[in-house]
């Protein structure tokens, strides 16, 4: 079973196409942007606080849940039943003044990623209705000295506003942007500001750690309180410290019972496609392991057929951010449970924005971070094979900008 990328949602977009030299190119970027000015972030998931050594192909760290509350168990699954239904509302609810202002530009520093080239699509659409100027300026995402090659040109165009995915902006690129009089949105990037030229974001941290809690509540309501995972991790991504922070601080905080163990995988080896046998090791050393949790949809790419071949087809899968063979694993049955996540939501976020900017508006910077999700089950998956929602959210959001 092949599951497809998220990472450029960091990303953007349906259907998630995936080719991991795509994912390593931004992560390489990311931890290279990092390395000269962003600062560094490091794991505080309750459940480890180890990281994958250099070279390594994974190390884990172990600890169980200190005592709590009793009740953990009925407390996890009322906690799940907001987020069984479809959700039905965007997450936006107060309308622009007017209809936007035509003849504004946006432009989305883009790659050639499936996922990336929807985001691009959905907002030269929007942008469209609303009467502005938009384009993207490609960069190739393994070489970061076209970033700021493809800002310089962007910035040529005259853009009020600047977009793009995954990758930690450095002083100077910010200020570049600032010298030249555009504004910054920001699309799936860990560690940021928002201040300044950095007016917003969307896909944050916030997202990450709301996942992780929902698919610890499954974790502690599915397992009766007793459950004992492996949690798969890539801290050089640390975006992605966000789920596991969040799982981890809720299996600690509610479910004495429960054990989790980490278990990091480093760049070099998930490109290698060694995730598999990684955690695998990790399952067998852990005997007591029953749940095998994911911080990525798309890192679960051939773990069924890994887990069947050790013996291990009992193991649970779970984790964030259902891909399309994710939302496909979860109806015949070889995967447990994933949280929705639609990375083209992200585009109506994006221009919502700059649209509030644009008239002056308070931008909800908290609201737009996020986005609606939802627990995906075999029970709650549905018909779909891509999971979208709300169904009707561009009409939604046409409506609140006076363009529908």
């Known amino acids: 079973m092949t599951h497809h990328s998220k990472l450029d949602r960091r990303r953007g977009g349906r259907p998630r196409a995936r080719g991991f030299a795509v994912i ?3 992560l390489a970027i990311a931890l290279a942007l990092a390395a ?13 606080s180890s990281s994958a050594s250099s070279g390594s192909t994974g190390s884990t760290a172990t600890n169980a849940a200190p005592s709590s509350g009793s009740g953990a168990v009925s407390a996890a699954a009322a906690a799940l ?5 479809l959700p039905a509302t965007i997450n936006i609810t107060t309308p622009l003044k007017s209809a936007p202002p035509k003849g504004k530009t946006f432009i989305m520093l883009g790659t050639n990623n499936p996922s990336n080239v929807i985001v691009q699509q959905e907002m030269a659409k929007l942008a469209k209705d609303a009467g502005w100027n938009f384009s993207v300026v490609s960069y190739d995402p393994a070489n970061p000295g076209t970033f700021t090659s493809a800002e310089t040109t962007a910035l040529s165009k005259h853009p009020q506003y600047l977009t793009e995915a995954g990758l930690p902006l450095t002083a100077s690129q910010i200020a570049l942007a600032k010298n030249a009089g555009a504004k910054w949105i920001l699309d799936s990037v860990y560690p940021i500001s928002v201040s300044g030229d950095v007016i917003g974001q969307s896909d944050a941290y916030a997202q990450d750690a709301l ?5 610890a509540d499954y974790f502690i309501s599915d397992s009766g309180g007793k459950g004992d995972a ?3 991790h ?7 410290d966000g789920f596991t922070t969040g799982f981890g601080n809720e299996v600690k905080a509610h479910c004495p019972g429960c054990k989790t163990t980490e278990s ?6 998930l490109v290698a496609g060694k995730a598999p046998s990684t955690l695998v090791s990790a399952l067998r050393s852990n005997s007591g392991a029953n749940y095998l949790v994911f911080d990525d949809g798309p890192f679960a790419d051939g773990i069924t057929s890994a887990l069947s071949a050790a013996g291990l087809s009992k193991v649970k899968v779970i984790g964030e951010a259902a891909d399309q063979a994710g939302v496909a694993a ?3 049955g070889t995967e447990a449970a994933w949280t929705g996540f639609d990375p083209g939501y992200e585009a109506f976020e994006n221009m919502d924005m700059a649209f509030r900017d644009t008239e002056g508006m308070t931008i909800p910077v908290a609201q737009e971070a996020q986005q609606p999700t939802q627990l995906l089950t075999k029970d709650t998956i549905g018909s779909t094979t891509n999971w979208s929602a709300p169904t009707d959210a561009e009409s939604q959001w046409l409506k609140l900008w006076h363009l529908g």
């Not at 000269?36 to 480890?48: E, L, P, W």
């Not at 990091?264 to 080896?269: A, S």
Request: net charge neutral; hydrophobic share 30%.
């Open 24 to 26: 390593v190119g931004i």
């Open 264 to 269: 990091d995988i480093t760049i070099p080896d």
């Open 81 to 85: 039943t907001p987020y069984k239904s």
């Open 330 to 332: 979860l109806k015949n």
């Open 230 to 232: 492996v949690i798969e």
């Open 36 to 48: 000269c000015g962003s600062s560094s972030s490091s794991s505080t998931t309750s459940s480890s």
């Open 211 to 215: 996942m992780g809690k929902i698919i």
């Open 234 to 240: 890539v801290p050089s991504y640390p975006i992605l």
